[in-house]
């Protein structure tokens, strides 16, 4: 059947070379329908426009791609799928069923489409799918009776990369701080800024739990202390401890972007190498059950990371901004960087999670202080001075 | 019921979309990163927002989450537990159905699993209202269109 031949065909494309290039090449292939209702005739587009696109944008493509690592790169195919409104829910849930990443479905409130019958559903499949097996098992799965008219184009990376930067402008977190993006001015030259290029890590400022771990670092920083920043994510909370007047900032993670990230973004806001040091270390956590005991096991561990990097209970000042189950899996470790006495930070959780993390932490910590923003909330107390435990 | 309030103050759509992320596991990368990506949501938002709610599922469990995109760059999303299906493939130990279903068995379930299955799909927020035996019910249904056999104990 010419169905299957056309498939194979453009299989045999070379995908994996051009991405390798990082040309935006769009390839488009058309089914025609098995039945002919109110759909025009089949359209089949060369892709010609894709050579004037990729000249237009290749340059921003290609200062992006410096940034973003490989992961955000790989590639994926979007298919754009034509289907009835009345099918459209379980469509959708078919296909995500049957090898779909994502659908998505626009809301039109143009009249054209009120009067039609169909609707469009973008759909993101891994690069390695078959997408047109996929289609048609989904399409059996709920009993449609011709198989949807679809096209299917290679995904374009700086697209939804470029997008999603978009979304960044200055945050004014209290009064005389702000989080500028590099590419706009601060609004406040005078206050103090902290200029980011956000990249794939966590930490634009826009975040609750960020804003959180900047107001209580503001408090906390009167000069010259050492400050540790548990999953750095874009840097931003080490940033911020020098130019509050910390001596030295130390920033780790177990996200190799987002030491990247950082390194840019403290070059950024023109601090040294000895002003703010960043490591990658392993990532400790199990993916065992909250009640198992792992601290012997963390114990091992630790005694390597000491020689690597620092020495524990060095430091005045310790902010984890991460996940609840690693906080609690951790919390050993975090606290045992502290020196007694200082003040340690714990957020990226959700006022429900409060309990876990105050349970937890309270063997190691009094003076306990919560702050919430938005349903996240924020735990610091300073760390005991008797040590009971090792 | 949305009251007249919510429905004054109701933020145009932009789009709906559906997707299957594993817990904890929100990365901007593909498939997360295009999807939202193109209407100019927060992505690093989004992933916190979805690893700090699915902290208490086993990690890489697949949720589906649906998200409402808002024409106003903002967004709502929930969550839901994995697929029925999926439970039941873990439960039974397989990777896929049966291939022909109703002739052909893949392989069984007890009613303990069922139970503990329909127990977690009622704290999701469509499931909360229908008595547990329902839940069950449709469970059952569903594993016999995959070609899994309930039983009432493993001989």
Request: glycine residues 6%; contains cysteine; charged residues 20%.
């Amino acid at each position: 059947m010419s169905f299957f031949s056309l498939g194979h065909f453009f299989k045999r494309l070379p995908y994996k070379q051009l991405t390798r290039h990082q040309n935006l090449f769009t390839l488009i292939k058309q089914k025609p329908r098995t039945q002919s209702t109110t759909l025009s005739s089949v359209l089949i587009k060369v892709s010609a426009c894709s050579s004037s696109s990729s000249s237009s944008s290749s340059s921003p493509c290609t200062s992006l791609s410096s940034i973003y690592p490989p992961l955000a790169e790989s590639p994926y195919l979007s298919v754009r799928i034509c289907c009835q409104k009345l099918a459209l829910d379980m469509f959708s849930e078919a296909l995500l069923c049957f090898g779909a990443s994502s659908t998505s479905v626009d809301e039109h409130d143009n009249d054209a489409d009120e009067n039609s019958d169909e609707i469009y559903i973008d759909s993101i499949f891994p690069e390695c799918e078959d997408v047109d097996e996929c289609i048609l098992n989904a399409a059996n799965s709920i009993g449609l009776k011709e198989i949807p008219c679809y096209e299917v184009k290679m995904g374009e990376q700086c697209n939804w990369i470029k997008k999603a930067q978009e979304s960044f402008h200055p945050v004014e977190v209290t009064k005389g701080l702000w989080i500028v993006p590099e590419w706009s001015t601060p609004p406040d030259v005078q206050a103090t800024n902290i200029i980011l290029n956000p990249g794939l890590a966590f930490g634009t400022g826009e975040h609750a739990t960020t804003k959180l771990c900047l107001l209580l670092l503001q408090s906390l920083i009167k000069g010259g202390e050492l400050f540790l920043d548990y999953g750095t994510g874009s840097g931003i909370l080490g940033i911020a401890a020098i130019k509050f007047g910390a001596a030295m900032s130390v920033g780790v993670d177990i996200d190799p972007q987002a030491i990247k990230s950082a390194h840019q973004n403290a070059a950024l806001n023109n601090i040294g190498p000895k002003k703010m040091k960043l490591h990658l270390v392993p990532d400790r956590t199990f993916p065992a059950s909250m009640n198992e005991r792992v601290d012997g096991i963390v114990e091992d561990l630790s005694s390597h990371e000491i020689r690597g990097i620092s020495e524990t209970e060095k430091y005045d000042v310790v902010i984890a901004n991460i996940l609840l189950n690693p906080l609690l899996q951790l919390a050993d470790h975090i606290v045992s960087y502290a020196k007694p006495g200082a003040v340690v930070g714990i957020s990226g959780i959700l006022s429900e999670q409060l309990p876990h993390i105050i349970n937890r932490y309270s063997e190691f910590l009094e003076d306990i202080l919560l702050s919430e923003m938005d349903d996240w909330t924020c735990v610091s107390g300073t760390k005991k001075r008797a040590k009971e435990d090792h | 019921m949305a009251t007249l309030k919510e429905i004054l103050t109701r933020r145009p759509v932009a789009a709906t979309i559906r997707l299957t992320v594993p817990a904890g596991g929100a990365r901007p990368a593909p498939p997360v990163g295009p999807a939202l990506g193109q209407y100019r949501l927060n992505l690093m938002a989004f992933c916190k927002d979805f690893n700090a709610r699915t902290q208490k599922y086993k990690p890489e469990t697949p949720m589906s989450v649906t998200i409402t995109a808002f024409k106003d760059n903002t967004f709502e999303f929930t969550v839901k537990s994995p697929s029925v299906t999926w439970y039941l493939k873990k439960a039974a130990g397989i990777e896929s159905g049966s291939s022909r279903p109703g002739h052909v068995t893949a392989s069984t379930v007890t009613l303990k699993h069922i139970y503990e299955i329909a127990k977690v799909k009622q704290s999701d927020p469509y499931c909360q209202y229908m008595p547990l035996e329902s839940i069950c019910k449709s469970i059952i249904g569903t594993a016999a269109t995959m070609g899994i056999k309930v039983v009432k104990e493993l001989e």
